[in-house]
């Protein structure tokens, strides 16, 4: 999470600000960082500059409060400071800055750089499963399977990020239909062949992403999803807000979203071996997440190691989060409830 929130108080003087903004390069980097939450060699690549240069540049807008900084494994990301936005001069600087990187390119550069966070982990399961799944007891199966009359609808499920299936063996007996969601074709290889082993004609694959215009279309047709279930996928995201939004655009309403995901762990080696872009995420970060996706928390719970597949992930700490996208009328009585 960001550092604690800063108000315009702590603010260098104005005469210490225009000595600041007078670098160009400073502008720039709070401009992106304006934009998104980048990391220094991230911030290195778009402006085409060394990180040690990038560094001192950061350095100077932290040291001013500009800059929040937080840390994800032995990265630091950074993202302009929200409370400090509404100040006059630092709008005009950021406006500044934006101008420069709209000149210069970098700011074009941004969202290809954002989406390839994600290619390496594309590319590391279009190689071979980093994974090796277990299957689960049956005891396992039918205590999962004892939560379905809990649920209020059984029409469609969608497996985001399936991977090799196991899910299914779950999702499958609950809901009319299921669609399996997965980029890479090599991983939806495996999940054909375990529909076809079990007979699980109502499942559909969908090889792409959750965010696809064509798969929302298909989703809408359909009613809109009961249950999105998103397994050790969130952490594959470039922008994991932006993907819980995906989710509930894809939920009908009084629809429920799943996510399975790691809390905060410091395995760096997760990023090369697993082509992981978090390294978890802390509970009060997913809250957030799911507010500004206008759902409702309604559930959340560690899962224990028992349940954890074998693979160079099952000594983290697993959470699952569950979410209900409200009814209007919901949403209306809550908001006027003291």
């Known amino acids: 999470m960001a550092t604690a929130a800063k108000t315009l108080s702590a603010l260098p003087s104005r005469v210490e600000l225009f000595r600041l903004f007078a670098e160009t390069g400073r502008l720039q980097v709070l401009a992106l960082c304006a934009e998104e939450e980048l990391a220094v060699g991230e911030l290195s690549a778009l402006l085409k500059d060394s990180q040690p240069q990038v560094s001192r540049k950061v350095a100077g807008l932290r040291a001013a409060n500009l800059l929040d900084a937080r840390r994800d494994g032995t990265r630091t990301w950074l993202r302009a400071s929200p409370d400090v936005l509404t100040d006059a001069l630092?709008?005009?600087?950021?406006?500044e800055g934006r101008r420069l990187c709209l000149k210069d390119g970098s700011l074009a550069r941004l969202?290809?750089?954002?989406?390839?966070?994600?290619?390496?982990?594309?590319?590391?399961?279009?190689?071979?499963?980093?994974?090796?799944?277990?299957?689960?007891?049956p005891e396992h199966l039918a205590h999962l399977a004892a939560l379905g009359p809990l649920l209020p609808g059984h029409a469609l499920a969608i497996d985001v990020g399936a991977g090799d299936g196991l899910l299914l063996d779950v999702l499958a007996p609950l809901y009319g239909r299921v669609i399996a969601v997965d980029r890479s074709r090599a991983q939806l290889a495996r999940v054909a062949e375990r529909v076809a082993a079990h007979g699980f004609h109502h499942v559909s694959l969908y090889p792409g992403s959750y965010d696809d215009t064509a798969l929302l279309e298909r989703v809408d047709a359909a009613g809109g999803a009961d249950l999105v279930f998103a397994g050790r996928t969130l952490h594959h995201a470039s922008r994991p807000a932006q993907a819980v939004q995906s989710f509930a655009r894809l939920m009908k309403k009084g629809?429920?979203?799943?996510?399975?995901?790691?809390?905060?762990?410091?395995?760096?080696?997760?990023?090369?071996?697993?082509?992981?872009?978090?390294?978890?995420?802390?509970?009060?970060?997913?809250?957030?997440?799911?507010?500004?996706?206008?759902?409702q928390l309604v559930g959340e719970v560690s899962i224990p190691d028992v349940f954890h597949p074998a693979g160079p992930d099952a000594s983290l700490s697993w959470h699952a989060w569950v979410a209900v996208k409200p009814h209007p009328s919901s949403v209306t009585s809550l908001k006027k409830s003291p």
């Open 90 to 95: 630092v709008a005009d600087a950021i406006a």
């Open 255 to 295: 629809g429920h979203l799943v996510v399975m995901d790691y809390l905060p762990h410091d395995q760096d080696s997760m990023r090369s071996d697993g082509g992981d872009v978090w390294l978890g995420f802390p509970v009060e970060e997913l809250r957030a997440h799911f507010a500004s996706a206008d759902l």
């Open 111 to 137: 969202p290809r750089l954002v989406a390839a966070r994600e290619e390496q982990g594309r590319a590391v399961f279009e190689v071979e499963p980093v994974r090796t799944s277990v299957p689960p007891s």
